[in-house]
């Protein structure tokens, strides 16, 4: 009975992560450039996890419940929007953006002119360039190119510094719509098309993001039954059985 409450309190927290990441990927299903996350789930058994297992695991269940997550990196579509510096990548790859916790990647490229004179992000934050500094936008008209050449007037002013990332590598979200990865790990980006006037949607599902989150709620309803079951069952132990043994003793 132990080893079952444990397995049920293991399933509910899993199902409870799950809930957290449906219901934020239905959140953000018109946010631009976002991508959706999804969980991922892995029973093993405790003896032989190459992963850190406490006493707990192996005193009273043989098997433990990892779950984590990654990120969809699926296209969206490229929607229209006439602004001469909102730009969509077309094709695998991230914008640089220098924010306060440090270099971030983000596929959002609604980007607008500070008023320092700075192409920055949503948020605020500096885009930069291949340079590695921000990229410095003053007068107009601004023309953007497919390799991210940025002109001002017909003057250069600039590239975008456009990155990817070998297949694997953990990309984890920093809010904002910005992502981090490990130190080192981007590489130039050489299959990616900036569009500019254009912003990419998100690649959530909203019909299969609800459906998933139907079915999340009632895995996570079954799991709530089977801890209540289990608790209901304990209690009896501990009303009718430990008495006996305290008397016997």
């Known amino acids: 009975m132990d080893s079952g409450f444990y397995a049920a309190c293991t399933a509910l927290l899993a199902r409870s992560q799950a809930l957290d990441m449906v219901a934020n990927n239905l959140a953000n299903t018109s946010t631009p450039g976002y991508r959706a996350g999804h969980n991922v789930f892995r029973s093993l058994l405790a003896t032989s996890s190459p992963f850190p297992v406490s006493n707990l695991n192996y005193a009273v269940n043989n098997y ?3 779950g984590g997550s990654e990120l969809d990196l699926t296209q969206g579509n490229l929607e229209k929007t006439g602004n001469e510096t909102d730009l969509a990548l077309q094709g695998p790859g991230f914008f640089v953006a220098q924010t306060a916790a440090g270099k971030a990647y983000t596929r959002n490229g609604s980007f607008h002119v500070s008023g320092k004179g700075q192409l920055v992000t949503a948020a605020g934050d500096p885009v930069l360039g291949d340079s590695g500094k921000p990229i410095p936008i ?3 008209p601004v023309s953007i190119g497919p390799d991210g050449t ?5 003057a250069l002013a600039g590239k975008l510094k456009l990155v990817d990332f070998p297949s694997g590598t953990p990309l984890e979200s920093m809010g904002n719509n910005y992502y981090s990865a490990p130190e080192a790990s981007a590489i130039p980006a050489t299959q990616a098309s900036v569009q500019q006037g254009m912003l990419e949607s998100s690649n959530v599902n909203p019909v ?3 459906v998933e989150l139907v079915t999340v709620q009632r895995y996570a309803e079954l799991m ?9 069952d ?8 430990l008495p006996k043994v305290t008397n016997n003793g």
């Open 64 to 66: 433990s419940v990892l």
């Open 138 to 140: 003053v007068g107009a």
């Open 150 to 154: 940025i002109s001002v007037n017909g």
């Open 208 to 210: 299969s993001s609800a």
């Open 224 to 232: 709530q039954r089977a801890l209540s079951m289990f608790q209901t």
């Open 234 to 241: 304990m209690n009896q132990v501990a009303a009718q059985d």
